[in-house]
């Protein structure tokens, strides 16, 4: 069952209450919510709805916004693709860090934070940042796996950015390898290799038949049959009874006036 989207089962009652009520757009709560993405970092939960409703006190109290945390939240909402959850992180955040148009670049981004006193000074570091969460993203959508593992190896400052999220890797190996199992009944060993960043046949080996249930087959990698990966052919057919048109036949046997 298919849990809704502003549920979540490891939600403390707390976090809850707030939700429900009115102490959501309460500024006193940011404390709390910042608290509780630091707990889904660590022990590997994620909740959408309290993370959005922490980026959208950030929007109606920007002094209150902590690069930090919200970088976290754009770090987890990686391990959950495909899904709307980092496009809606994305959306609450100031319009300086968005990484589309002109707005991206530094000359505007000093402007931005400069006509608005009350926004904090954000450091070029923080819209990086944000820029690079949301390259790694668009990588992991398009299912470009083996670039989104080159680039992520590529700069140090990625591996910095989600140093707080733990065992990130292999959750977005767990995603990867949930998403190759939805198109595939069979693939290279090499090719699932670099899709997984699991270079050593090995760490692949065990990976695949401990967390996947698939099984290594020399050179190929065998997915067992599900309902996304069966081909199976579906016939549709539609009843049309005559007397669905029965006006129409009747009315072509009537005399003209």
Request: hydrophobic letters at 40%; glycine letters at 4%; one cysteine or more.
């Amino acid at each position: 069952m298919v849990t809704a989207f502003d549920k979540s089962d490891a939600r403390p009652a707390h976090i809850d209450a707030i939700l429900n009520g009115l102490d959501r757009y309460n500024p006193e709560t940011t404390t709390v919510f910042q608290d509780y993405v630091v707990q889904q970092c660590e022990d590997r939960t994620f909740d959408c709805y309290a993370n959005l409703a922490l980026l959208k006190l950030y929007q109606f109290n920007p002094h209150l916004l902590q690069p930090e945390t919200t970088t976290n939240i754009l770090a987890k909402a990686l391990t959950v693709f495909p899904s709307p959850a980092f496009s809606l992180s994305l959306s609450l955040l100031p319009a300086h860090t968005q990484p589309f148009g002109a707005a991206s670049t530094g000359e505007n981004t000093a402007s931005a934070t400069n006509n608005n006193n009350s926004i904090p000074q954000q450091t070029s570091d923080f819209v990086e940042s944000i820029q690079k969460l949301t390259h790694l993203n668009s990588l992991l959508e398009s299912a470009q796996y083996a670039l989104f593992w080159s680039t992520f190896n590529s700069d140090d400052l990625y591996a910095d950015l989600v140093a707080d999220v733990a065992g990130f890797e292999e959750l977005v190996r767990v995603r990867i390898a949930v998403e190759v199992g939805k198109a595939f009944r069979e693939i290279s060993a090499d090719v699932l290799a670099q899709w997984l960043d699991l270079k050593c046949r090995e760490a692949l080996q065990k990976f695949v038949a401990d967390v996947c249930g698939w099984e290594v087959d020399g050179t190929v990698v065998r997915v067992p049959k599900n309902r996304e990966n069966e081909a199976r052919s579906e016939i549709k057919s539609e009843r049309v009874g005559v007397d669905m048109f029965g006006r129409v036949i009747r009315r072509a046997f009537e005399q003209p006036a």
